[in-house]
C-alpha cells in the first residue's frame, strides 16, 4: 500500500514511511525494483546483457549521489529551524520516491523511450520534492523543490564530469 502511496504522491504515505524505522527494506525493494527497470530499458535499448548489469549499477549510483546531496544541502544549506531529520529517515522516504521508476523499464520499447524517460523522471522528482519536504519536515514545497534542483544539478553535473573523465574516447 505504501508502494501505491508513493506512486500516486501521498504526503501521508511518506508520513508513514518517514516514522516506521522498520520501512528500510522495504525502501530498499523500491530502490532494487526501480534500479532493475533501468536495467531491463538499457537492454530493450540495445544493449547487451552486460548492459543490464551497467544500467542498473549507473541508476543506482545515480540515486545514491542524488540522495546524499540531498542529505547535505537540505540539513544544512538550506535547512528551517524544525527541520529535524536522520539519514535514515529520509533514505527510507527518498527510497519510496523512487517508486515511480520502475516504469523506466517501458522505455526498453525504442519509440516510447524519449517519453517514458520524461515521464517518469518528472514524476520522479515530484516523488523526491514530496519525499523532502515530509522527511525534512519543510513548511513550504518551494523549498523542497529548490533542495531538489541544485542537488540534481549537481548530481547531473557530477555524473557528467565522471562520464567524461571515464568514458569511452572518440577520435
Known amino acids: 500500500m505504501r508502494f501505491i502511496g508513493a506512486l500516486t504522491l501521498d504526503a501521508s504515505a511518506y508520513e508513514?514511511?518517514?516514522?516506521?524505522?522498520?520501512a528500510g527494506m522495504q525502501a530498499v525493494l523500491v530502490v532494487v525494483a526501480a534500479t532493475a527497470a533501468g536495467g531491463i530499458a538499457s537492454v530493450g535499448l540495445g544493449a547487451s546483457p552486460l548492459g543490464f548489469v551497467a544500467g542498473a549499477v549507473m541508476a543506482l549510483?545515480?540515486?545514491?549521489?542524488?540522495?546524499?546531496?540531498?542529505?547535505?544541502?537540505?540539513?544544512?544549506?538550506?535547512?528551517?529551524?524544525?527541520?529535524?531529520?536522520?539519514?535514515?529517515?529520509l533514505l527510507r522516504t527518498l527510497g519510496f520516491a523512487a517508486a515511480p521508476g520502475v516504469f523506466v523499464a517501458f522505455a526498453a520499447m525504442r519509440a516510447a523511450a524519449p517519453f517514458v524517460f520524461v515521464v517518469v523522471s518528472i514524476w520522479m522528482i515530484?516523488?523526491?520534492v514530496l519525499a523532502v519536504r515530509q522527511s525534512l519536515d519543510f513548511r513550504s514545497t518551494p523549498r523542497?523543490?529548490?533542495?531538489?534542483?541544485?542537488?540534481?544539478?549537481?548530481?547531473?553535473?557530477?555524473?557528467?564530469?565522471?562520464?567524461?573523465?571515464?568514458?569511452?574516447?572518440?577520435?
Open 16 to 22: 508513514d514511511v518517514e516514522a516506521d524505522r522498520k
Open 61 to 89: 549510483g545515480a540515486w545514491l549521489m542524488w540522495v546524499s546531496m540531498i542529505l547535505t544541502v537540505g540539513t544544512t544549506t538550506l535547512a528551517q529551524p524544525q527541520t529535524r531529520s536522520s539519514g535514515q529517515e
Open 126 to 128: 515530484a516523488a523526491a
Open 144 to 171: 523542497a523543490i529548490a533542495v531538489c534542483a541544485i542537488t540534481l544539478a549537481l548530481a547531473i553535473g557530477f555524473v557528467l564530469l565522471i562520464a567524461t573523465l571515464f568514458g569511452p574516447t572518440v577520435s
